[in-house]
């Protein structure tokens, strides 16, 4: 029998293809909504912890509190320096430790001028950076001690968008004044900050920039049999001491790359949770819509429940009649909506491809987002139906056979 | 021998008796609507036995109370006052879940505008009552098919009802009152929208009917049609009138 209702509800919907249409209308962009935003943050999501897992979990990066946007600039006082370094290098448990210096700077290629993030390291650390960020050296080399006025650059000087051509080995770029020769170019690394840089020896970028000495960010690798965490905590405490400063108030940041996953996830999470927020409330203007529609068509057809009910219906049989309709009002709007969405999404992820440049804004093709969506909408059409079926169910036969 | 005829005339008698078990019975009924500050008795009063397979007519003027008594016999509304037996029970003290199993499988409507579902092809129409006594899909095609054909619809199965002409469409109408092989059929007014051929027909429908051993219930205030019926009950301001 409900199989019964189920067609008989369709064939009422067609009976008002228009109406149907536009009540489902506020339904299917919720929806829409909803899916494409889910959908993308997923995928962000998803490709950001990739870039993690890359890096790996043996990880613990030290850095200046307070550091904004890389290569800003910090107060001396806040900075970590050469001793920082070699302290931490000592700790036990500490593997290695490299030192970055990372600046943004003025670059120039040809005649174009542009923002290349400069990342200074010491050409002996070279080999053990690159293992450890997960990405090689495409063409020509990679720096060696000596290096002093030559650059490697990240993907995207040489086959991105950066400069209207690209930078290949043997040219020259200018940084900040000084010519550079490239000597290597790096792959990609999905990340476009990576796939901007430009790196160059520490000694020389502190020369172009009039740094004396400044450690932005300690990458540490932790040795086997250590965790991560506690070691990290070892080093903050130890650090603290070194610097003289007081627990709680240090001048720097000790994380893990876990602590930095986790960090991004909370973030996510909030931004994830504004934006359901936001669709959920369009999802339940468009409720309202169907309960609009459902009050309607109930009255259009009080005769015909009379004579319904008149023929053997009972009144949960014309409830349930109507919690079908409005149910699959939902559903199909649904539906739609969820094809519009993945739409949107796949659409988001191909402008953000080829027209700025990243392939991190990828669209995750979860079912579970699409099942629950179409779960989710079938719910709120039911439910905005309840009234409506209440009424329709309680009406008297006599009263509505009377009905004109 | 004086025995044995005795015995022939009494099983004769308690045949008969058998044939002639009362189906419907009205007792000092009183149906009352208050509007505004008026207090409108249309049923005032009414004692009525209907026995199974009687072809009773019941006419008056408009206003006399025929549709309400027809809505009382039907169970589509409580009467204010009074007792209604249906095949012995007292419909007045059921719920209404239990009045529409009653309408269900033991009566078949018949209204005056039809009142079929637009939407629905006349088979479609004809299964809908079935639907709710839970017939299984086959056994319901079969059985409204069945109807139709015999009603003369054969050829429009598919069709519907705004395809029709009104005495097609009252001749699906009685297909479906037939659906659940109902004992009773109500119907009201059933030949109002029709020509007085197609009225006829109809009216010679429901004899043959009665002759199947259903018991059919017909208001009306055409004379003409109520002169089919085996037993004819004037109504006058809400009671009976000989």
Known sequence: MLRDFFVLGLNNLKRRKLRSWLTMLGIFIGIAAVVSLISLGQGLQETIEEQF???????????PKGMGAPG????????????DLEFIENIRGVEWAIGYLVKTGQAKFKDEAGIGFGIGLNPEDWDLSLTMQGFDVIEGRGLKKGDKFKVVVGYNHAFGDIWKRGIRVGETIEIEGQDFKVIGVLETTGNPYDDGSLYVTKEVLAEILNVEDEESQILVKVAKGFEPSDLAETIKRKLRKFRGEKEDQETFTIQTSEQLLNTFQNIFGVVQGVLV?????SLLVGGIGIMNTMYTSVIERTKEIGTMKAIGAKNSHILLLFLIESGLLGLVGGLIGVGIGIGLAKGAESIAKIYLGTPLLQASMNPLIMFGALAFSFIIGTLSGILPALQASKLKPADALRYE | MIKNKEKIIQEKTKKEMKEKEEIIRLTKVYKYFTVGDEKIKAVDGVDVLIRKGDFVAIVGPSGSGKSTMMNLVGAL??????????DNINIEHLHESDL??????????IFQNFNLIPTLTALENVMLPMIFQRIPYEK????AKELLIKIG???????????????????????????NNPEVILADEPTGNLDSKRGQEIAKMFEDLSKEGKTIILVTHDIDIAKHADKIYKLRDGQIVD
Not at chain 2, 100 to 109: E, V, W
């Open chain 2, 153 to 179: 619809l054969g050829h429009r199965l598919n069709h519907l009802p705004k395809q029709m002409s009104g005495g097609e469409r009252q001749r699906v109408a009685v297909s479906r009152a037939l659906a």
């Open chain 1, 72 to 83: 800003s600039a910090v107060s001396d006082q806040l900075i970590l320096k050469q001793k």
């Open chain 2, 100 to 109: 529409a199993q009653i309408r269900g499988r033991k009566i078949g409507f």
């Open chain 2, 140 to 143: 319901r095609v079969k059985k």
């Open chain 2, 77 to 86: 509304d409580f009467a204010t006052q009074g007792d209604i037996f249906l």
């Open chain 1, 277 to 281: 927020g936001i669709a959920a409330i």
């Open chain 1, 53 to 63: 897992e890359m890096l790996g979990s043996d990880k613990i990066v030290v850095q």
